[in-house]
């Protein structure tokens, strides 16, 4: 069975119908991307898989349950993690603290056990932190030592973005959604980051779904590529068997691709 | 030597608003009633303090130029104290119209508050037309003064100005002082330097004197982060043993301090450490969870009542008259549900509209205690009283011995600090953060955000509701009259005033505002204020949210985004740890409070 | 959580039927007010509704421009209350204000107009616009501070007394017929004033040049400022407007309670904000109507659901009734009953 199924769904805002039936599967560790023209209902598909918004029509189920009307906290815990196409920090929060934060619904202390300092939130302390220097470590020196105790706002743009992903990992999660993250990075930090996806699904067993405008980056890391627009699916296969498609030729070029 | 157009501007700018302030602390009657209380005997008394303090700073300020990184700052001479003067000229000239003015027609019909005797104040009690010569003169000679700043060397001009500060403060605070020099046997001296509440000129002039050749450091947040870092630097074991010291040698002075202080001056302070429990408990509602709670005032109210309602053989419907000790975890409890009523409606509001309703719950639940309805339970109007103190062994702590409700105060305020720094860091703490800086965010990355805002609400409550129950022993009354919005408002302003988010700057805030200005029903140190106390109040609240939002004392976090965090970096990748170069100090960098 | 708020509108629900049917059952036995008093209740809510709906238009407008509550509103129609009071005063004391009573009160509408505008440019151009750019708990901050420094500027400069209007011509105070019903003339006249007032501001922002640009502002700022209007200009004119709205509010209030002191403001700034909530907060027809039916029922509905549930002396519950009123309506409307009209970043 498959990790995330989204069936039929619809989201509209006022008038404007931003999904309009969209279906497809994601199964268990693999890497699919979502592609497609701007306005074509990527990142509203996100915001409605992580609760963020309330579609109208259709479900979306995860691991076999259905995600309909959960708060975006109890979606995040049910194992999906996601980050932001405009890079969305805890900007006055140190690069570790950011990272602890998201630890939050991995762990139970509450505000008596905080007071009282028990040994066991304590031990949840030490353990939080200890995991998200771990996490931080994964992205190799960029993230660590005192760049542990910078506010956010200080990091270079790259390091946000990868910040932004060590946080979404700290919440243990099974599937994770990149929203754009090569925007605006550099070809050299861009290929960095395509290893980078590898290795999240590689070395940390995570499922990944990638929202994203380089398609040299797509080619690159998609087991599957899923083509939106206007809030409908209108291709998926490999990436090769994708951009053949007469019907993405035409949505990204608009018009009729002419037989030769 | 001619004054460019932009100086000139800038002259007359603060000449006219030094003028302005003078005119309305004379009209609104601050000049006239505080010149009752002497403060250096026997040239000066409060009201002409409270008159003349703009003038000299409109004349540094008329003159100053914020320094920029790279220009070259533009020579200093005789410009500056030209400035200066007629800057205080022009303030001189306004207050002088003014007085004509006051002097010619009786607006008393009007403006209550412009008497003869201010008249009379403000030309220095001479005839008119030549005391009108003082009323202009003594502004210039100010703003002089003030614009001749600029020409001393830092350092002369920061020491002559702490200096300063030591005289007025302990001239100000007599009453302390005078205490404490009562209480360690220097009657003699205290006897001695005071005359009619005010200091002596020569024990100023002596007091300047001695203080002045005091090496003095820039003052405000960057000292406080480099105690920060030295604290930091050491090594653990040192550290814990440090803690430990300071520990005992503060409990030694908080056993002390009621006796050193005496009964007036421990009720002050009791009255200080009640309003900074419920600041300590606002600010975890509104500096570390960010939601604008005006209604707080309501889990007071809802403690004390209970705390009444519970000892009092007077209750009116119910009165098992249980001790302190029974009814406080109780009135604890109460406080916690009543918070859980009110905050899980308001939790999900724009932030605005949560300060509204907060704000109605407040009203409703003090109407309520007021109402006819409620009466036969609350007592109406007239309150519950002969509430017992707090039973201790075979003694009963209440109001009647503030030094040892003095006691019960430091130990709250103990425990609150405490809870709130705990809270603060800890998982909750780190929750309230992230949600108060991204709401959003916070909650796709797994934090519920109304759980960790309700439990905000609740620690908030209880804080507040032990305030209460305290407040109940110490007063052995209740009346709905001391829960009214003020007191929502006033711890508010603590809390902003001394640093939202900072447990420390709570703690300033309340010393310096409730201690000294006093609260919405007590008194402070300078009982003389208590008219304009309230107007204090708001403009206090207006001056820091356009000057200084990030509060007195600021949280570590706002801090560290004002200054260098290369820095730190150098300091890591050197290995060594050097203290923080001193920055242009916080308050030349707008600030972005986040709330 | 959900099912709470759902347990919340229920026993809301509950409590108003019941009382309202005990009110019934009280008035069948005879037991209740008459007739006349139920007449003369609602028509002093209405009344008091015109004021708090006057009022609410500044809040609503500046809610629009600037998306802050300026909880200094009352206070700005305390100001024109009060500086009414002394022309008034002087006037009743040349015997001014007998002889040539409309136009006395054309002086004092002016009087408390011009000042109440006034204070509110001054506090706009002193406080509000350093923060234009800040997040938007400081300016509300802000004006909680104004508010209380205008309040006890107020109280001393001009005395804490009460300060008593003179009273209206006989003429006025009589009861009239108007409609078949006999109403007090002080408050027929207030509610028509109120009504006209309203109407002009209604044609001002939907027909003149000054009246779109504050649409235009509160639409969106940067778009407006980039087709050519000046927003700085805008937002002082919508503050003069709503200030002006306050001083007319000032004048009437006057008239129908004479009293005013520094503290005036206050509760009906709080209920004009109720009802501009009310009303959908931006929407100035909306603020209006929340006015009108704020005053009435907070008038009506103490009388009507708490007399009905056994609670004696209701009138001291009045504020709770307007209180309740805002929180329920914040709680389960919050865009208010007609919509709000907010530009795009505060609906966020």
Known sequence: M?????????????????????????????????????????????????????????????????????????????????????????????????????????????????VLRTPSMRREEAHIEAVAKEILAFFGSR?????????????????????????????????????????????????????????????????????????????????????????????????????????????????????? | MTLTTREARKTLRWSVIAGLVMVFTSAVGMMESFDDRLIIYPVLSLGYLML?????????????????????????????????????????????????????????????????????????????????????????????????????????????VLALEWVLVVAILEGVVAQILRQIRLDALGERIYTQRALEWFAAVALFLAILPIPASRTGTNQVERIRQRLFSIDPAQR?????????????????????????????????????????????????AGMLDLGYVAFFAVGAYTVAVLTSSLSPRFAPELSWWLALPVALLVSALSGVMIGTPVIRMRGDYLAIVTLGFGEIIRILFLSDWLSPIFGGAQGIL???????????????????????????????????????????????????????????????????????????????????????????????????????????????????????????????????????????????????????????????????????????????????????????LDKSIHPIQSRPSSSETTAEPDC | MDSLLWGVRLIAILVLIWGVAGTIVQGLNGAGPSAEAWRDLVVAGIAQGAMYGLIALGYSMVYGVLGFINFAHGEVFMAGAMSGFFVANYLWQVHFWDNYFVLAILLVLLTSV?????????????????LRASPRLVPLITSIGISFFIQYSFAGLFGVAVKNYPPAPDSLRNRIGFLGLEIEGTKLAVIVVALISMGLLYLFVEKTRTGRSIRAVAEDKEIAALMGINVDRTIVASFAVGGVMAGVAGTLWSLLFRGVAFHTGFLPGIKAFTAAVLGGIGNLPGAMVGGLFLGTFEGVGSQLVLAGLGIPAVSQLKDVVAFTALVLVLIFRPTGLFGERLSSEDRA
């Not at chain 1, 963020?52 to 999906?80: C, K, N, W």
């Not at chain 1, 290929?191 to 290795?199: Q, S, T």
């Not at chain 2, 440090?242 to 007036?264: E, K, M, R, T």
């Open chain 1, 2 to 114: 498959a990790l995330l199924e989204i069936r039929d769904l619809h989201l509209s805002f006022g008038g404007l119908q931003a999904l309009a039936g969209v279906d497809f599967e994601v199964n268990e560790n693999e890497i699919v991307s979502v592609i497609g023209p701007n306005g074509a209902g990527k990142t509203s598909l996100f915001n409605a898989i992580t609760g963020l918004y309330r579609p109208d029509q259709g479900d979306i189920v995860f691991g076999g349950h259905s995600l309909m009307g959960l708060e975006p906290s109890e979606i995040t815990r049910a194992g999906i993690a996601r980050t932001f196409q405009n890079v969305r920090l805890f900007p006055n929060m140190t690069v570790l603290e950011n990272v602890m934060v998201a630890q939050h619904c991995r762990t139970h202390s509450g505000p008596f056990r905080a």
């Open chain 2, 52 to 160: 003349f303090w703009i003038v000299p700073l409109a004349g540094f300020q008329a003159t100053h130029l914020p320094r920029l990184e790279g220009i070259e700052p533009p020579g200093k001479g005789l410009s500056n104290v030209l400035i200066g003067a007629l800057t205080g000229l022009g303030a001189g000239v306004i207050l002088a119209v003014f007085v004509v003015v006051a002097d010619r027609f009786d607006l008393r019909e009007v403006f209550v508050s412009i008497s003869p005797r201010l008249v009379r104040l403000l030309t220095f009690e001479d005839t008119l037309p030549g005391g009108l010569l003082a009323t202009v003169l003594i502004p210039t000679l100010l703003g002089t003064a003030g614009g001749a700043f600029h020409l001393l060397r830092d350092n002369l001009g920061r020491r002559l």
């Open chain 2, 386 to 572: 002969d509430i017992p103190g707090i039973p201790l062994g075979v003694t009963r702590v209440s109001g009647i011995s503030p030094e040892s409700i003095l006691y019960f105060a430091f130990a709250f305020v103990l425990i609150a600090a405490w809870v709130s720094w705990s809270l603060q860091h800890s998982r909750i703490g780190r929750a309230w953060n992230a949600l108060r800086e991204d709401e959003t965010v916070a909650a796709a990355m797994g934090v519920n955000t109304v759980r960790a805002k309700l439990d905000a609400f609740i620690v908030g409550a209880i804080l507040a509701g032990g305030a209460g129950a305290l407040f109940a022993a110490k007063l052995g009354s209740v009346f709905p009259s001391s829960f009214e919005l003020l007191v929502s408002i006033i711890i508010l302003v603590v809390v902003i005033v001394g640093g939202m988010g900072n447990i420390v700057g709570v703690a300033v805030g309340a010393v310096v505002l409730i201690g000294i200005l006093g609260g919405p029903n007590v008194p402070g140190l300078m009982a003389e204020f208590a008219e304009f106390k309230l107007l204090i109040y708001g403009a206090l609240l207006i001056f820091m949210m356009l000057r200084r939002p990030e509060g007195l004392i600021p949280a570590r976090a706002r801090y560290r985004e004002l200054h260098a965090d290369e820095a730190d970096q150098d300091a890591w």
């Open chain 2, 240 to 288: 814990i043993r440090n803690s430990v010291v300071s520990a005992v040698v503060i409990l030694v002075f908080l056993i002390l301090l009621p006796q050193l202080l005496g009964s007036l001056l421990s009720e002050v302070l009791a009255n200080v450490g009640l309003f900074l429990i419920m600041g300590l408990g606002l600010n975890i509602v509104v500096g570390l």
């Open chain 3, 114 to 130: 011009l000042t109440s505008m006034l204070v509110a440019v001054i506090v706009e151009r002193v406080a509000y616009r350093p």
């Open chain 1, 143 to 260: 993230l660590v030592g005192y760049r542990f105790d910078q506010p956010a706002h200080s990091l270079s743009y790259a390091n946000r973005r990868r910040l932004e992903m060590a946080r979404a990992m700290a919440t243990q999660p099974r599937l994770i959604l990149l929203d754009e993250p090569v925007a605006g990075m550099n070809p050299n930090e861009t290929g960095e980051l395509a290893r980078l996806i590898h290795r999240l699904r590689d070395h940390l067993g995570l499922t990944v779904v990638v929202v994203e405008h380089d398609m040299g980056v797509v080619r690159e890391v998609s087991d599957r590529v899923v083509v939106l627009d206007h809030g409908i699916r209108i291709a998926e296969g490999t990436f090769e068997e994708v951009a053949a498609t007469d019907e993405v030729i035409e949505a990204y070029l608009g018009q009729p691709a002419t037989p030769t």
